[in-house]
C-alpha cells in the first residue's frame, strides 16, 4: 500500500506546511536580483525558531547526530548541536527556545535531577538560554545508547514529537 507523505505526516501530529504569518517583505530599492534574494532570505531566517541540542560526548558515531539533525530540520527549525562538556554548564551558549539533551550527563545537568534518561523522559524541565528567556528542557537517549537499540530509537522518535508538541503549547502560550 502507497502512502502519500502529507497523509502519513497527519496521521503523525505533523503538519507538512509552515505557516508564516508575516508577508513577504516589500522591495523598493533599486538592488540587483541577487542582493533582493539574499535580503529577504536573511528575514526570514531570522524568524525560523532554533533548538538547541547537547549531547553526552562519547565518542558515538557523528553520522547518527547528523541523521538526527535531519530529522529535527524537518520539523521546520534550525539547530544548534553542543557538546556536553564544562564550557557548555554556561547557559549563555545555548541560543535555542528549546533544549533537547543526549545523555544521562547532560540530561541530568539540566534537569537538575540525579536520575537515568530512563526516569528523565517525558518530564518537561526549564533552563534559561543565552538570552535569559525560560525554555523547555526534554530529556532523551545519549547516541551510544540508541546506536544499534531500535526500541530506544522508536523513544527517541517519540522524545521528539513530544518536543515538537510542548514547543508548539510554548509557542501558542506566548501569543
Known sequence: MIINKAVFLKEMGISSWLVNDKAPPKITNQKNDTEMEQTMTEQFISDIP???????????STNLLKHIESVIRNFGV???????????????????QLLICMGDNSGGYFSGEVNPVENLREIIFETSNCNEQEIPVIVTHSL???FNATPKKMQLWNDLIFARNIYLDTMSDGI
Open 78 to 96: 534550525k539547530i544548534q548541536v553542543l557538546p556536553f562538556n564544562n564550557s557548555i554548564k554556561n547557559t549563555k551558549l545555548i541560543q535555542g
Open 50 to 60: 532554533v533548538w538547541s541540542i547537547v549531547y553526552d560526548d562519547d565518542g558515538s
Open 144 to 146: 551510544k545508547q540508541l
